[in-house]
């Protein structure tokens, strides 16, 4: 008796696993450790396993070629939901999906035209005038940068949004953007990104936003070895204009690395929170490298997609992601507390209030 009610308990666990939803996940270049645009996508799928008991698998293709295999192979496998990570998905996460109309699939970051795919897209421009806003309050020399990865439309929105709110904060400001390349191959080469911000720093530029997935790490490297700008570097026609972070706690490295008429450089993070990266030197309480992060959640729009899935509420068609729903923002956290003055969070929300009214409207190119 007891063997034959071991038995069945073994086949209701067997028949409850058979029913788990599975979901598969196509990544995009860069990887899912990129800490920035997959891994918030991979964090939203693991929340999911968590959560709500889903079952999940990767595929990270060595060539973009190899990505409608991959997706393929899912729909093959009869997974209920396959998720495609970036724009560069979307041929071959609409071709597999036509092929296979009784499943459901997801595209983030461009839309599909077919109906069994959930297209969930961002207004990037949104919390991208969030973080300019705070870049140019914070800037000591008046110039800030944006360093892009691919030179595409929908990085065009980032660099718009950050411009427009850097130069809402102050109309003198300068924006200095470069985009890492027009390849793919642009989101994980650090190396080019960070010949880019050592270009933007002899041009005066003290806060970096980098939107260019692992090739961010770049500029995060760069500011890492250097950590300040130097008035005897400081190109004609740009001088010293503020020094908010004087009574700052700095670490000994910085202290001996940038005494003198200095002050330090910033850069913004993207995606997800990178604020930590900041943190040279192992130490909270000390100055933080990190001014903020445009947080961009793909994580919340993945683990809402699969709960949807779960929930027999799966929809076809776009889904944006914007201020008004947590889609986008910035982040304040104990890395830059004391980077951000409350004053300055007050500003920033009374904007972002405007532009979820719409009385502030932010440009997209």
């Known amino acids: 008796m007891k063997k034959i009610l071991t038995l069945a308990l073994a086949m209701t666990a067997t028949a409850a696993s058979a029913q788990a939803l599975r979901v598969g996940i196509a990544y995009d270049a860069g990887g899912k450790f990129d800490k920035s645009f997959n891994q918030s996508a991979y964090e939203g799928t693991q929340r999911a396993v968590k959560n709500l008991g889903v079952q999940s698998k990767d595929f990270e293709p060595s060539d973009p070629s190899q990505t409608v295999q991959g997706i393929r192979q899912f729909a093959n496998d009869g997974f209920d939901l396959t998720i495609g990570v970036g724009f ?11 092929e296979n109309p009784d499943l459901f699939f997801g595209l983030i970051d461009d839309v599909s035209t077919e109906k069994n795919v959930a297209s969930l897209v961002f207004q990037e421009e949104q919390g991208s005038y969030l973080v300019g806003y705070l870049a140019a309050m914070n800037s000591a020399t008046g110039v800030v940068g944006f360093v892009g990865g ?11 949004g950050f411009a427009a709110g850097a130069k809402a904060a102050n109309a003198k400001v300068k924006v200095i953007a470069q985009y890492v390349g027009t390849t793919p191959d642009a989101w994980n080469n650090p190396g080019k990104a960070k010949e880019i911000a050592g270009s933007m720093r ?76 900041g943190d040279f030197d192992k130490n909270p309480a000390t100055m933080n490298h990190g001014l903020t992060s445009m947080l961009k959640r793909v994580d919340n729009a993945v683990y809402a997609l699969i709960q949807d899935v779960k929930n ?9 992601f914007g201020l008004k729903d947590a ?14 003055s409350s004053a300055q969070v007050a500003k920033v929300e009374a904007v972002k209030a405007k532009i979820i009214s719409g009385a502030i409207k932010v440009p997209t190119k």
Do not use: W
Request: hydrophobic share 40%.
């Open 202 to 277: 002899a041009k005066g530029a003290d806060i970096i936003f980098a939107a260019a997935g692992a090739s961010g790490n770049g500029v995060i490297d760069y500011i890492k070895q250097t950590q300040c700008i130097k008035a005897a570097n400081l190109p004609s026609g740009v001088k010293f204009n503020s020094n908010n972070f004087a009574n700052v706690k700095k670490s000994a490295a910085y202290t001996k690395a940038c005494a003198g008429n200095t002050r330090p450089m910033f850069f913004i993070g993207v995606d997800s929170n990178q604020n930590y990266l």
């Open 327 to 340: 889609g986008v923002g910035y982040a304040v956290d104990q890395y830059n507390k004391a980077l951000i």
């Open 150 to 160: 691919m030179d595409i439309p929908l990085i065009h929105k980032f660099e718009a």
């Open 312 to 320: 027999d509420k799966f929809k076809g068609g776009e889904r944006r």
């Open 88 to 98: 560069a998905n979307n041929a071959s996460i609409s071709q597999v999906a036509k």
